[in-house]
């Protein structure tokens, strides 16, 4: 097998780099270690419950027992179909903050500023509402209101604002601060992942073909540049030549995984477990950042949440809705409502994001909604200073790496965390919901001094699934990627998707990732000559 361009990984920003390269008529072959995104509850989207452990779509990874973050393992759902995490995830559209992109710039990443970049999240994007001058209108990506927005969801909206925080009509639009209603990558009643928005609409080019059940097992090379992938595919080993690029994109996890049993990375390390050094690399699966939260439930005593929605005949009523009407309870994702905001007076931009949503669990088993009615909001320190790492443990390509995010070990993130806890106690006080709170049921009223709420974050916190950094883009010697994203020392070579980011965006990662993904394409067509 041979093609010009072989990408790994069909997710956020695999199927964008996949659908660009294929526009210029260049054949590429996707890689993807999942199968077709076959199952229904992806593209309906109140269905993402049921694919944060489903065992086919799904990595299903665990971090290593931390101390820092009370000795348990931490579930890391990972999309492993087509679309990636994007077809799992809980469909938030969050760009994230102009200084964000502005502070890799400064951090020497060379055409990765606020200006630079937001072309790009244009070209993507159809957000009809927008303001054009900073949303985009016609591209592949369906960005969406909430189409049924739950009474409780605008009380939150309200007491945010009665708790000093300012309404913003668009959360991605020329601020970000403030309160205002969540956005979703969902085209009318389905979800629009990568994989049924931009590979959809390249599928019918013959130049592009899609292997799935198909996982890279190892990168091959000439000396020090990469020619090929080798792959298992259904159990059969076989090998694909590129003759002119390969582009890793398996995610935060994958894609540090696959260059260390490769031969790239900390040489010490690759020799310990037996991997062939090619390049030694000290960055790669260093740099983990990801975003860890903590929550705050109510329960609710005279309003509807979708705890209620979710079970027993209004479930039925739900789907019938849906079906006649593409509108109701099944067409939401997780969080409806949104504050980004300071932890402190004088920073330049919100370090804390707080999500809502309309709905309770138990804080350790996320997703499976309790019987009586309650409200969440969680907690998100959105740039933190923690860093943590992945790496294989053997060169089994199968065998899960061990993934230690060291979360919270860093003081300056328990003081943003328990400022955010504290914002968001005082918007739970506030009169419009106050009135429809029958009380705090976690961590419940006994969690008041800063040394509570950091045993509460110890023993409760949880991943928002935003995990970044682990190939780090700079122009600095651990560096992984220069900022064209080709692997520094290594010809032939790109990773393109969330582990390029050498910081955590203000915010989900998934807008962010496909904007990776174009800008990565862009940059392979100029530097190889391909149509513009
Ligand atoms: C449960 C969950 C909820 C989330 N909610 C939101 C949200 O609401 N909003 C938001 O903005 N972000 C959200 N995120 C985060 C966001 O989805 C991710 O940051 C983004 O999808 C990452 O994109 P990626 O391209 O880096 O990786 P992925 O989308 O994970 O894609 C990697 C792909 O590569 C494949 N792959 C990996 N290794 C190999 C291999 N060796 N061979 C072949 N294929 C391989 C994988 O199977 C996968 O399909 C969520 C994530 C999760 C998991």
Redesign the pocket.
């Given at each position: 097998m041979n093609a010009d361009f072989v990408v790994?990984?069909?997710?956020?920003?695999?199927c964008v780099v996949a659908s660009r390269l294929s526009e210029t008529g260049a054949t590429v072959t996707l890689?993807?270690?999942?199968p077709t995104d076959w199952y229904p509850f992806i593209h309906i989207p109140a269905g993402?419950r049921t694919?944060?452990r489903n065992k086919r779509m799904?990595?299903n990874y665990e971090s290593e027992p931390e101390a820092v973050s009370g000795n348990r393992p931490i579930h890391?759902?990972?999309?492993?179909?087509?679309?990636?995490?994007?077809?799992?995830?809980?469909?938030?559209?969050?760009r994230g903050n102009a200084t964000d992109y502005d502070g890799w710039a400064q951090m020497g990443c060379r055409g990765w500023s606020f200006d630079d970049v937001l072309p790009l999240f244009k070209k993507s994007e159809d957000y009809k509402p927008g303001d054009s001058s900073v949303r985009g209108k016609g591209g592949p990506l369906k960005v969406e209101d909430y189409r049924t927005i739950l009474p409780l969801t605008h009380l939150f909206v309200k007491a945010a604002q009665e708790a000093g925080f300012t309404f913003n009509a668009d959360l991605n639009g020329h601020s970000q601060e403030g309160v205002g209603y969540s956005q979703m990558?969902r085209r009318g009643r389905f979800r629009g992942s990568?994989a049924r928005t931009f590979l959809a609409e390249a599928r019918g080019r013959a130049n592009l073909r899609v292997e799935t059940n198909?996982?890279?097992?190892r990168l091959l090379f000439e000396g020090t540049k990469c020619v090929g992938v080798a792959?298992r595919q259904n159990g059969v080993d076989r090998e694909i030549r590129a003759a002119r690029e390969v582009i890793v994109?398996?995610?935060?996890?994958?894609?540090p995984?696959?260059l260390q049993i490769s031969g790239i990375g900390p040489a010490e390390h690759l020799k310990s477990i037996g991997a062939p050094v090619v390049l030694d690399s000290p960055g790669v699966g260093a740099n983990l950042i990801d975003h860890y939260v903590i929550r705050i439930s109510h329960r609710v005593k005279d309003l509807v949440s979708l705890n209620n929605l979710a079970r027993g005949p209004r479930v039925v009523a739900e789907a019938i809705r849906y079906v006649v009407t593409g509108k109701g309870a099944l067409t939401m994702?997780?969080?409806s409502a949104q504050v980004f905001c300071r932890s402190r007076e004088g920073l330049a931009s919100p370090d804390l994001q707080l999500l809502f949503t309309p709905a309770s669990s138990d804080p350790m088993r996320i997703g499976e909604l309790e019987r009586e009615a309650g409200m969440t909001v969680a907690i998100c320190v959105v740039r933190p200073d923690s860093r943590g790492t992945i790496m294989a443990t053997t060169t089994d390509?199968t065998a899960k790496p061990a993934i230690r995010p060291n979360y919270i070990s860093a003081a300056e993130d328990l003081r943003v965390m328990t400022a955010g806890f504290r914002h968001t106690r005082r918007i739970f006080a506030a009169p419009s919901m106050a009135q429809h709170s029958a009380g705090e049921i976690a961590p419940g009223p006994s969690v008041e001094s800063d040394l509570d709420v950091a045993d509460y974050a110890r023993r409760a916190g949880n991943t928002?699934?935003?995990?970044?950094g682990t190939c780090r883009m700079g122009e600095d010697p651990r560096a992984v990627v220069d900022s064209r994203l080709r692997v520094r020392g290594i010809g032939g070579l790109r990773v393109i998707?969330?582990?390029i980011m050498p910081t955590l965006t203000t915010?989900?990662?998934?807008?962010?990732?496909i904007m990776?993904?174009e800008k990565g394409a862009m940059m392979i067509r100029e530097d190889s000559g391909l149509a513009a």
């Open positions: 790994v990984g069909a997710g956020s920003a695999g890689l993807e270690a999942g993402v694919l944060l799904n990595w890391w759902p990972r999309g492993k179909v087509l679309g990636g995490s994007s077809s799992i995830n809980g469909m938030l559209y969050v990558t990568t198909a996982i890279a097992t792959f994109s398996g995610g935060a996890v994958n894609s995984h696959l994702g997780v969080t390509p928002l699934y935003h995990p970044v998707d969330a582990s915010g989900n990662t998934n807008a962010p990732t990776i993904g």
